[in-house]
């Protein structure tokens, strides 16, 4: 068991779901040979991404005079994904 462990709680007024975390002492090698995918953020990429955003019809999950469940709008926010 490793005793350098040290539990945290995050306090944030943002969200009632406060983090937990952990800080240790014990170092852990890294290995060279891990590829980490990540997202490209070019000009061109979030303009497609905002473009594609104006193409959708939000107005079956915006519009409040609907009084839809919430299962009704997942499903249709489920279909835009």
Known sequence: ???????????????????????????IPCKSDKFIYKRMYSDNNRANFLQNLYNIDWSDIVDPAKHMSAGTVFSFYTKII
Do not use: A, G, W, Y
């Not at 462990?5 to 969200?15: N, R």
């Open 1 to 27: 068991m490793i005793s350098n462990l040290v539990p945290s709680i995050l306090c944030s007024d943002v969200s009632d779901h406060l983090p937990v975390f952990v800080t240790s002492s014990v170092i």
